[in-house]
């Protein structure tokens, strides 16, 4: 029987060590590799070790089981390690422990009081009949075999990744069996060693069964499971541990100090110590997890802070289609957004065609908002590679404006700044400045940006609204007004002048002479005539006046807050002149005169009613002759 095991033994072994080398060389996962890799040395020192008490039971020809060769004990202690190493290899999802040092000194405290319990038990009542040695080897390898599957019911129950469950599962009943097998060795009589011999058998089925498993895991057949995230009961085993030796203390106590009981209170002493110090580990773990999770709290608070200026800022721009109201509420978003870092100051810079040579500081808010309020930069100090890369969106940010390229802008401080470009497409609005005295985190930028998404999008918005009104009211040839204008300032000149008893006038002129210009050098030499009309009649009324053009030759210039018919007269006498004047256009010298309806409103009249005399009046005039005006009701012609 002892021979067949002899032979049988290294036979396992070695099948066990291939199948882990093979799932070490296919696996692509690190963790899974240095697992198995471990594994491997550790089933090929044990092939090495039963190997070897084959070789000296053939040449001492002593059959006693176990081998009595230290080499055997001291290879059986390596397995031990090497698996014990490899297990703290495997990854987990789901720790156990805050640290890896609550976890090393969890299993040092099983298994000193597995120890201890193997030394009170089965170690003493065997030392004067065997030596010092073996029952030394018998308690550290017998305790390590419970601190390895302390491990690895640790590992299953914390949900390991890369290794599989099955695997690991497996590994734990091989390293019960093991333990049976240790205390087998020392407690059954020779005759009975066979028992012991076929729970290592059992042993070795199981670490092939899990060799395989790790295989086909490696291959991708058989993936490791979800990590389990619920209580794990196996925390509470170092607590047991340390109960068991302090009863364990108590009553070997009542027996005495003798040599039996002392290593019990030496392992007590040391178990108290291990104890300790990973209260100690654990209450620095857990004021750092609470510094971390108040600073997550604070980040959250300010995170949250964060979005609610952006949605008030959104709600704001949705009510507005005034650009200077989105600038004002964009650079006071963005102050709000800084707040409280030091210096902090946010600034909105644009281009505008009322003085395109200028960068103009529009809004600003913040630390210092007023000494720059109004601030303007001549339009050449800016360089033009940091215009393309603005124009190209770019967040530009440095330690100084000056770091930029940007000169003169003293007055906006000597201090690390971001320039958002405020565009959309094609449109550039203009710049979001922020500036502090420090650089702002990360996510405070993440919301400048998307802060400066919001605006542009609003500046577009107002923009192409203000766009369409003006394509909706203006002669797109002229640029002047369209009756849709003229009717909406019209009436509103009438309602005004009703509370004020003022009158409005209105004149409505036709050019002579058009026609035939526009049928003789055709409708580009037209339109050009009557663009230059238009710059003539822009020259001859007030600011407030409105100048339209009906469609085709006919214009209109709606004149308030008149007393007279003088007020009127004056303007039509600036419009005849001005267009009796001759004008070329392609080489063609070309004069189109008016003839000019003059109405004023009376109590009553609505914007139809003073057309309609303006119209009625103007065909007075053009029959008196081209050139004329004539004042509705007034009787006469004047040249």
């Not at 040839?477 to 004020?500: K, M, Q």
């Not at 230059?532 to 009906?550: F, N, P």
């Not at 409103?601 to 005039?621: E, H, K, T, W």
């Amino acid at each position: 029987m002892i021979i067949a095991f002899r032979l049988l033994a290294p036979v396992l072994s070695a099948v066990a060590a291939v199948l882990c080398w093979r799932a070490a060389r296919r696996s692509r996962l690190r963790g899974a590799r240095r697992y198995s890799t471990i594994t491997a040395l550790a089933w090929t020192v044990m092939t090495a070790a039963t190997g070897w008490a084959l070789a000296y039971m053939l040449i001492s020809g002593d059959r006693v089981y176990p081998s009595p060769s230290p080499a055997v004990w001291v290879g059986d202690v390596t397995v031990m390690l090497l698996v014990l190493a490899g297990l703290l290899a495997v990854p987990i999802r789901a720790r156990w422990s805050a640290s890896n040092a609550r976890l090393v000194l969890d299993m040092a405290v099983v298994q000193v009081a597995g120890m201890l319990f193997i030394w009170y038990f089965l170690i003493y009542p065997h030392l004067m009949g065997h030596g010092g040695f073996v029952p030394a080897i018998v308690m550290i390898k017998t305790g390590g075999l419970l601190v390895v599957l302390f491990a690895i019911a640790r590992l299953v129950l914390g949900g390991p990744v890369e290794v599989s469950r099955r695997t690991l599962v497996l590994s734990g009943l091989a390293a019960f069996c093991s333990m049976l097998v240790s205390i087998g060795q020392r407690v059954l009589a020779g005759d009975e060693q066979h028992w012991t011999q076929a729970v290592w058998l059992v042993f070795a089925a199981l670490i092939i069964a899990a060799g395989r498993t790790q295989l086909r895991a490696a291959a991708g057949e058989d993936p490791a499971e979800e990590a389990v995230t619920e209580q794990r009961p196996s925390s509470l085993v170092p607590y047991l541990a340390v109960g068991a030796a302090c009863a364990l203390l108590l009553g070997a106590l009542l027996h005495g100090l003798t040599a039996r009981s002392w290593p019990v209170v030496a392992g007590s002493i040391l178990l108290t110590g291990l104890v300790v110090t990973r209260q100690v580990i654990a209450l620095r773990d857990n004021s750092r997890l609470l510094v971390r999770v108040d600073a997550s709290l604070g980040a959250l608070r300010q995170a949250m802070a964060r979005e609610h200026i952006l949605n008030e800022l959104g709600t704001g721009l949705l009510t507005t289609t005034d650009a200077a109201e989105v600038q004002r509420l964009a650079a006071t978003a963005a102050a709000a957004l800084v707040e409280g870092y030091p210096g902090a100051r946010t600034v909105i810079v644009s281009v505008t065609p009322e003085d395109p040579d200028n960068w103009s500081v529009l809004q600003a808010a913040g630390s210092g908002a007023e000494t720059v309020a109004g601030f303007r930069l001549p339009g050449e100090a800016v360089p033009a590679s940091l215009l393309v890369r603005l124009a190209g969106g770019e967040v530009i940010a440095g330690s100084t404006l000056a770091a930029l390229g940007l000169s003169g802008m003293d007055a906006l401080g000597n201090r690390p700044v971001m320039l958002l470009p405020l565009l959309n497409g094609s449109r550039f609005f203009g710049l979001l400045v922020v500036g502090a005295e420090h650089t702002l985190p990360e996510d405070v930028v993440t919301a400048l940006r998307t802060l400066r998404t919001q605006v542009s999008l609003a500046l577009d918005s107002v923009a192409l609204t203000a766009e369409l009104t003006r394509r909706a009211m203006h002669d797109m040839l002229t640029g002047l007004g369209n009756r849709a204008l003229l009717w909406d300032r019209l009436t509103g000149s009438l309602a005004r002048a009703r509370r004020t008893d003022r009158r409005v006038g209105v004149l409505l002129l036709d050019l002579n002479g058009f026609k035939p210009v526009n049928d003789t050098y055709g409708h580009d030499v037209g339109d050009a005539v009557l663009r230059i009309v238009a710059d003539r009649l822009r020259t001859c009324v007030r600011t407030e006046d409105t100048v339209a053009r009906l469609g085709g030759d006919e214009f209109v210039i709606l004149a308030e807050d008149l007393n007279e018919p003088a007020g009127a007269r004056v303007i039509a006498e600036r419009v005849v002149q001005a267009l009796n004047e001759q004008m070329v256009v392609d080489g063609h010298v070309l004069c189109t005169p008016a003839s000019i309806g003059i109405a004023l409103s009376g109590p009553g009249q609505g914007a139809d009613d003073v057309l309609r005399d303006a119209d009625a009046a103007m065909y007075v005039a053009k029959r008196a002759g081209s050139g004329r005006y004539h004042v509705h009701d007034l009787g006469a012609a004047t040249a």
